[in-house]
Structure formats: C-alpha cells, structure tokens
C-alpha cells in the first residue's frame, strides 16, 4: 500500500546537469528549466553564452551554471569537457545530449564525405561524452538523456545523415539503457517533432516562402495547430531526469502534439 502523497517536487537542487548545445533553442530551455529546479548547470556548446540574454537571466536568476567551449565534432574535446567538469564541478548526475545540426546531406545531393562529417555533428558526441561520463553517472546513479527527432522515424528527405545519427540515438537509448541496468542509471529519448528554434529558423528560411511554409506545417500539428514550445521539452526532460521518473528507462517520449502518431488528415 502507498503511504506517500505524490508532490512534484523534482528533488534536482545541486545535481549537476551537462547539457549540450545548451545555450540555444531546446538546449536553452532545458538550462533555465534545471537551473530553476536548483540544479547546477553546465553548458558544452562551441558559441560563448558570455553577455547573451540567456546568460544575464541565470544571472537575474542567482543559477549556479557553468560554460564549457567545446565543438562537440572533435572527440577530443568531448573528452576534455568531462575532465574539466568532473574536476570543476564534480561528479555529473545528468548528462543531456542535444547538440545538432540538420545538415542536410541528402542521398542524390550529398558525399560520402559529407555524410560521414554530419555522423560526427550529430552521432559521435553523444557516444563520446557518454562513454566519457559513464563512472561519473554510475557514481550518482544518474541519468543520460538524449534528444532525437521525429526524422527518425518519419524521414525527411534530403538529410541522411541527420536522420541517420537521431535514428542511432533511439537505438543507442535502449542500447544504453540495457547496459546500465546493473548500475541504476536510467537512460532515455525526448523527441521533438517541430519546435521553433534558431535551427528550425535556418531551415525554415531554406524554402522560397518561409511564413507559406511553416503554416502549411502548423497547420498538421494535430494538438492545438501549433509549434511545440522549447519549454514543452525541457518539462519532460526534467522529469525524466527526476526521481518522479525512477522507473522509467529505455524509453522514447514523443513531446509533438501527435504530430507524429495521429492521424493527420483529421
Ligand atoms: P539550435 O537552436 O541550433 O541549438 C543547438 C545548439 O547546439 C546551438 O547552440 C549549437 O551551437 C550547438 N551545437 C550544434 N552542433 C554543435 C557542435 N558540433 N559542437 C558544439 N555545439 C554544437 O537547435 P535546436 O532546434 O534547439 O535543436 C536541439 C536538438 O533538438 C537537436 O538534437 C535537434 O536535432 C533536436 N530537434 C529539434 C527540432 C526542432 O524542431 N527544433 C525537431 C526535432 C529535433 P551553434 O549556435 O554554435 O551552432
């Protein structure tokens, strides 16, 4: 029988998260999200977050937060990040791979050249500074959570090797997860399908007419005909990351209001 009263409170104060590509975007949103749960917050991105709104708001917000430069394609600076967070911040309790680009390498249009650099933007950091992270997370019995995308499972065309990398994600989430078992440490997926961020920008802005566009995409996204927001996200990655998800690992979480799943001629 269940003597406890469930309360949300996600228990993160003085974790230390890692957070990919956290300066931007989904990345940004789930930095603000951990730093407001109390957590401390370790930012590995290749752009410098000093003087940005993000970082006078963690500022404004008294976040315990961290910078690490890093451009994640070069493994040896994957491994170099860790060491400098281990040794500067302690061990890490989640480490959240989010940092990517879509790149576009498409099967008529792309190298192989090019296809095997986009696995290196997109696929190797997360197995790179995983692998690096490992004891850490076995020390706290933490967490890994990675970000893919619907182009997993859905395609897109014209982008091999972005969906390629998100795909192996998926597969590296259960892959891990197993792995772990004896450990404790909980690995899972956040899938986001359409989220308005400054990559979606960029790639929305690849088409003649980029306002046609999106709304002939806004208008399939069954749940409320709108965008996923990058807060959307980060919600569900702060649960996981949180003991209220104990017994969740392996796990896929599609946050795409259907998008994904639903019937969209509905
Ligand atoms: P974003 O706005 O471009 O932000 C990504 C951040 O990661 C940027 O700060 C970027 O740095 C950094 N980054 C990328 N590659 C890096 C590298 N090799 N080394 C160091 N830093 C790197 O992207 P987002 O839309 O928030 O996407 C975040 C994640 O969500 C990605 O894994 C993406 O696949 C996934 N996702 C997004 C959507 C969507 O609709 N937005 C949909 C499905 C999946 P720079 O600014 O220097 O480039």
Redesign the pocket.
Known sequence: SYSFTIVMDLNLKDKVFVV??????????ITKGAAAEGATVII????DIEGTPLENWLKAHNAVYGFIK?????ED?CKKAIEEILMRYGDIYCLV??????DGVGLQQGTVEKFINSL???LI?YYALSHYAVESLKRTKGNIIN?????AVTGQGNTSG?AA??GA?LALTREWAVEMLPYEVRVNCV?????????????IKTFPNPEEKLKSITDKIPLGKR??T?EE?ASMVLYLASEKASHITGQHLFV?GGYTHLDRAL
């Open positions: 990919t590509g956290g300066g931007k975007g989904i990345g940004e949103a590995v991105s290749r752009t890093a451009e994640l394609s070069d600076q791979n989010n940092a990517g680009v879509n290196f933007t997109n950091h970000i893919s995308s619907k182009t972005y990398s998100k994600q899938i986001p399908a359409e989220v308005y961020t400054p990559l979606y920008d960029s790639w965008m996923t990058s996200i795409d």
